[in-house]
Structure formats: structure tokens, C-alpha cells
């Protein structure tokens, strides 16, 4: 697995140079070959996570990866193809409304992470009556030292003042103020070749599951 994990950034390089549509078609090939590859990964870490987050047991790695190519309709960008290989595994696929586990491949630029990039209003709107009932909960997880040593800060966006229905000095108002919850851990590009991958990626999930978990937790 390490050595055709690595073949995916050497691929992905290769299109960075190249990103039209006739050099694609002239490299289908090795796409479907790297294209195989990311997917059997995707097979494995689904594998893995479901062995402690039961809501994966039945999902399958091609609801989990993502299209290689670009929409290009409302983008001064007309480059036909991403630069990177991507997944979110969660409950009912990447189209889901539940927090999702994240891998992201591309040269230079390696990372994994967990939760909800962007939720729509309605799940916000639960994340946050979550985070108003149970905001010690969620500080006890993501304010653990193993698990700031490894995935930092919490990411996302955030309004400039509380959200309606909250007041301003509300305990837990920087949280309540984020439109995005989510976690990232970065690793470099020779982490691929690592034997053991797969297992150190699910043991970094396996640190992430109880953040994904109160996400789903106020989604359900």
C-alpha cells in the first residue's frame, strides 16, 4: 500500500503541470490506476473507523471520495481537474449532514481532520442548542492534551457577534459564534510511505471520534 500511496503524488505533480483535459485523456491510465489506489486506501480507513464508530459499518469508499474534476461554471478558474485526492467518510457519505472524518492528498500539502466544514442552517441551528446544553462536554474533548497536541484549534468560521437567541456573554460564546466546526492534522508528503499508514490515520480518527460523535449527537 505505501508505494502505490506515494504513486498518487507523483501522478498528482504530474497533472499540476499539465491540468487540460486532452492530457488527461492521454493519461486515463495511470488516473484509474491512482484512482484505484485512493480508493482502496478509503476502503481500509472506513475499515478502521468502524471498528469504534459503528455509524460507518456499511458505508462504501466510493460514496466517500470525491470527483476529481473541477466545476468550473461560476469560477474565473477554467482548469478542468482538482489538484489533490480527497474523501469524507461519514455516516450516509460525503453528502451527508453528519460530522465526517477527512483525507486530503496533495504534494506539499497532506492533511486529515474531522467534523462539519459548513453545515446548513438547520444542523447549525442543532450544533449550537447542543453546544448551549453541553458545552462543558465538548470543551472536556477538544481541550485534552493529546488531542491539541495532535489537531490544535478549532477551525471554522465565525460570526462577529452571538448568534440569535444567544446573549453575548454566554459561557461558551466563542464556540456558539463558530458557522464551522472542524479539525485538521497535517502530515507530510513521506508519511505515504510509512508501512504503517492506515493504522496511525485511524488512531488520529479514533482520537477525533469523540468531537464527531457530539456533532452527530446534536444532528440525530
Given at each position: ?6 504513486d ?18 492521454e ?9 484505484t489506489?485512493?480508493?482502496g486506501?478509503i ?39 482538482k ?17 465526517s472524518?477527512?483525507?486530503?492528498i496533495k504534494?506539499g500539502?497532506?492533511?486529515i ?10 444542523e447549525?441551528k442543532?450544533?449550537?442548542?447542543e453546544?448551549d446544553?453541553n ?15 495532535i489537531?490544535?484549534?478549532?477551525q ?12 453575548k ?15 485538521l ?9 510509512k ?5 496511525e490515520v ?9 468531537f464527531?460523535?457530539?456533532l ?5
Amino acid at each position: 500500500m505505501a508505494e502505490n500511496l506515494n504513486d498518487i503524488n507523483v501522478f498528482l505533480r504530474k497533472l499540476a503541470k499539465n491540468n487540460s483535459r486532452e492530457w488527461m485523456a492521454e493519461n486515463k491510465p495511470e488516473y484509474q490506476s491512482t484512482r484505484t489506489v485512493f480508493e482502496g486506501l478509503i476502503g481500509e480507513l472506513i475499515a478502521g473507523i468502524a471498528s469504534f464508530d459503528e455509524g460507518l459499518a456499511d458505508l462504501q469508499a466510493k460514496k466517500s471520495v470525491f470527483r476529481l474534476h473541477r466545476d468550473t461554471r461560476f469560477s474565473n478558474d477554467k482548469s478542468p481537474y482538482k489538484l489533490n485526492y480527497g474523501a469524507s467518510m461519514s455516516k450516509g457519505g460525503r453528502k451527508s449532514p453528519y460530522g465526517s472524518y477527512y483525507i486530503h492528498i496533495k504534494p506539499g500539502d497532506n492533511f486529515i481532520g474531522g467534523g462539519m466544514y459548513m453545515p446548513e442552517a438547520a444542523e447549525l441551528k442543532k450544533i449550537r442548542q447542543e453546544i448551549d446544553y453541553n458545552g462543558d462536554e465538548l470543551l472536556d474533548i477538544i481541550k485534552a492534551s493529546g488531542f491539541q497536541q495532535i489537531y490544535g484549534d478549532l477551525q471554522g468560521d465565525s460570526l462577529k457577534t452571538a448568534p440569535k437567541g444567544y446573549h453575548k456573554d454566554h459561557e461558551h460564546i466563542d464556540l456558539l459564534r463558530h458557522k464551522g466546526f472542524y479539525f485538521l492534522h497535517k502530515f507530510p508528503d513521506s508519511d505515504l510511505k510509512k508501512t504503517d499508514f492506515v493504522k496511525e490515520v485511524v488512531a488520529k480518527y479514533q482520537l477525533i471520534y469523540p468531537f464527531v460523535s457530539f456533532l452527530n449527537t446534536a444532528i440525530d
